[in-house]
Nanobody
Framework: QVQLVESGGGLVQPGGSLRLSCAAS????????MAWYRQAPGKQRELVAT???????DYTDSVKGRFTISRDNAKNMVYLQMNSLKPEDTAIYYC?????????WGQGTQVTVSS
């Protein structure tokens, strides 16, 4: 059974930083493409960042230069380092795993950026 567990969310002031973590189990992690999505209240879930099994990364324009996605295959972990946070980054952040046609989601972690 695939399980993804996010952690690291919280309340942070504008301009601050947070590091989200996603622990994966029950999968061949190193062969999986991983991604972070977010969903703000009243909005659709949007893709934030992706990292392929080979380590290639991509970001949505609004977070380029501020967020960094990374993975540690030895620990079955994927991370999202978020710097220079803005109020519009407030959302529930979800980890997603894609392997072929199979996909799995975590339960999400709340990030709130507010003074």
């Amino acid at each position: 059974q695939v399980q993804l567990v996010e952690s690291g969310g919280g309340l942070v002031q504008p301009g601050g930083s947070l590091r989200l973590s996603c622990a994966a189990s029950g999968i061949i992690f190193r062969l999986s493409d991983m991604a972070w999505y977010r969903q703000a209240p009243g909005k659709q879930r949007e893709l934030v960042a992706t990292i392929t099994s080979g380590g290639s990364t991509d970001y949505t324009d609004s977070v380029k230069g501020r967020f960094t996605i990374s993975r540690d295959n030895a620990k079955n972990m994927v991370y999202l380092q978020m710097n220079s946070l803005k109020p519009e980054d407030t959302a529930i952040y979800y980890c997603k795993r894609q392997y072929g046609s199979s996909r799995s989601w975590g339960q999400g972690t709340q990030v709130t950026v507010s003074s």
